[in-house]
């Protein structure tokens, strides 16, 4: 291959427009073409970006042999059918999250791709953000201690899907980030949602997941608030590290602060107090980047250079399976639907970048 990745762009929503005009920035790539089924989204890419080829139909772009790889961000319902099609025809596959919306049709499109030798990524956008890096950091190198337990917040009013619910729109986001963070996939979760705004699918959601025997996490969603948030917060026996995406000055703030349960009985509540840490509140630097970009980069540099994706296939396929263990569990009514692995644990962030660079 070449040292110029020719791209194509099958989607041109508010998300496809964004990856035509970051590829079209890149040294390392051309933008060889645009789908989308609405045509005025295409006159403006036809506008924007004069040359660029455009057409109403991904089966085009299966055939074209200018073509290396493919960034889809059509419906998640649509995703496995474009997918599957584009990877039979050996190209290269940025696809957004969630991957598919079902178990089996992401291990299909896992196994496809490794059978094609092509690669396969998935829009897991989070786990490019800089404010992510730096409380995965601080995880790695044994700063928070031991992690009791995460929890996200991502609410707003809208945007409302019409293919899938608030859980598999909003936390998916916040699965990823709680693996990636973690090292690990969760062994049950539970959830509960409602469908407040009548429609038929669960527009709040409340997930609660089990990494380990001491290890939990919690998500709440919503498409019914109209007080937007996206927040992460790590809490350990060491610190607390709080990841606020929406926040212009201050992305992380970490505080020293912390408490360890006493192996024996303290004798007076003064003694109860020595198990308790206290320190400062710091909000860390952070080097200024655009996440999309990132991935984008990271993308790229996977298929040159013949890299394994961070966000590969089997990540966003373990996405895909707690989502659908978090469906089970909506329709029991809250009950613990539990998830078996194998042998699969997540590598650290170094491990995963550098598995096939070598």
Same mark, same amino acid.
């Given at each position: *291959?070449?040292?110029?990745?020719?791209?194509?762009?099958?989607?041109?929503?508010?998300?496809?427009?964004?990856?035509?005009?970051?590829?079209?920035?890149?040294?390392?790539?051309?933008?060889?073409?645009?789908?989308?089924?609405?045509?005025?989204?295409?006159? $403006?890419?036809?506008?924007?970006?004069?040359? +660029?080829?455009?057409?109403?139909?991904?089966?085009?772009?299966?055939? *074209?042999?200018?073509?290396?790889?493919?960034?889809?961000?059509?419906?998640?319902?649509?995703? !496995?059918?474009?997918?599957?099609?584009?990877?039979?025809?050996?190209?290269?596959?940025?696809?957004?999250?969630?991957?598919?919306?079902?178990?089996?049709?992401?291990?299909?499109?896992?196994?496809?791709?490794?059978?094609?030798?092509?690669?396969?990524?998935?829009?897991?956008?989070?786990?490019?953000?800089?404010?992510?890096?730096?409380?995965?950091?601080?995880?790695?190198?044994?700063?928070?201690?031991?992690?009791?337990?995460?929890?996200?917040?991502?609410?707003?009013?809208?945007?409302?899907? %019409?293919?899938?619910?608030?859980?598999?729109?909003?936390?998916?986001?916040?699965?990823?980030?709680?693996? !990636?963070?973690?090292?690990?996939?969760?062994?049950?979760?539970?959830?509960?949602?409602?469908?407040?705004?009548?429609?038929?699918?669960?527009?709040?959601?409340?997930?609660?997941?089990?990494?380990?025997?001491?290890?939990?996490?919690?998500?709440? +969603?919503?498409?019914?608030?109209?007080?937007?948030?996206?927040?992460?917060?790590?809490?350990?026996?060491?610190?607390?590290?709080?990841?606020?995406?929406?926040?212009? %000055?201050?992305?992380?703030?970490? !505080?020293?602060?912390?408490? +360890?349960?006493?192996?024996?009985?303290?004798?007076?509540?003064?003694?109860?107090?020595?198990?308790?840490?206290?320190?400062?509140?710091?909000?860390?630097?952070?080097?200024?980047?655009?996440?999309?970009?990132?991935?984008?980069?990271?993308?790229?540099?996977?298929?040159?250079?013949?890299?394994?994706?961070?966000?590969?296939?089997?990540?966003?396929?373990?996405?895909?399976?707690?989502?659908?263990?978090?469906?089970?569990?909506?329709?029991?009514?809250?009950?613990?639907?539990?998830?078996?692995?194998?042998?699969? +644990?997540?590598?650290?962030?170094? $491990?995963?970048?550098?598995?096939?660079?070598?």
């Amino acid at each position: *291959m070449s040292h110029i990745l020719r791209v194509a762009i099958v989607g041109c929503g508010y998300w496809g427009m964004n990856y035509v005009r970051l590829f079209s920035e890149m040294p390392e790539t051309e933008v060889v073409v645009a789908c989308d089924r609405v045509t005025d989204r295409l006159h $403006e890419i036809a506008r924007r970006f004069p040359g +660029v080829k455009t057409t109403t139909q991904a089966d085009d772009i299966a055939l *074209m042999d200018d073509v290396d790889a493919v960034i889809v961000c059509t419906t998640a319902t649509t995703h !496995y059918q474009v997918a599957r099609h584009l990877l039979e025809a050996g190209k290269h596959l940025l696809i957004e999250k969630p991957l598919t919306t079902s178990a089996a049709d992401a291990e299909d499109l896992v196994r496809l791709a490794e059978a094609r030798g092509v690669k396969l990524m998935v829009g897991h956008v989070f786990l490019f953000n800089p404010g992510v890096e730096k409380v995965k950091t601080y995880i790695e190198q044994g700063d928070v201690g031991q992690i009791y337990y995460l929890h996200a917040r991502r609410t707003n009013l809208g945007p409302i899907r %019409q293919d899938v619910n608030a859980i598999w729109d909003l936390a998916t986001h916040d699965i990823s980030i709680f693996n !990636y963070l973690l090292n690990r996939t969760p062994q049950w979760v539970s959830a509960v949602g409602s469908r407040v705004l009548g429609s038929s699918r669960e527009d709040v959601g409340f997930v609660a997941l089990g990494y380990s025997p001491t290890i939990r996490g919690h998500i709440h +969603v919503s498409w019914a608030d109209p007080n937007k948030v996206r927040e992460i917060v790590v809490v350990g026996s060491n610190m607390r590290i709080a990841f606020d995406d929406l926040s212009a %000055q201050e992305k992380v703030r970490v !505080y020293e602060k912390g408490i +360890v349960s006493s192996i024996i009985e303290p004798a007076s509540y003064g003694e109860y107090h020595l198990s308790i840490r206290d320190g400062s509140i710091i909000s860390p630097y952070l080097k200024i980047s655009e996440p999309l970009k990132n991935q984008a980069r990271h993308f790229v540099q996977c298929v040159l250079d013949d890299r394994q994706p961070l966000s590969d296939g089997r990540n966003g396929l373990d996405v895909v399976r707690v989502l659908e263990a978090i469906d089970r569990s909506l329709n029991l009514n809250g009950a613990p639907v539990e998830l078996e692995w194998g042998e699969r +644990v997540y590598a650290n962030r170094e $491990e995963a970048l550098a598995r096939t660079a070598s």
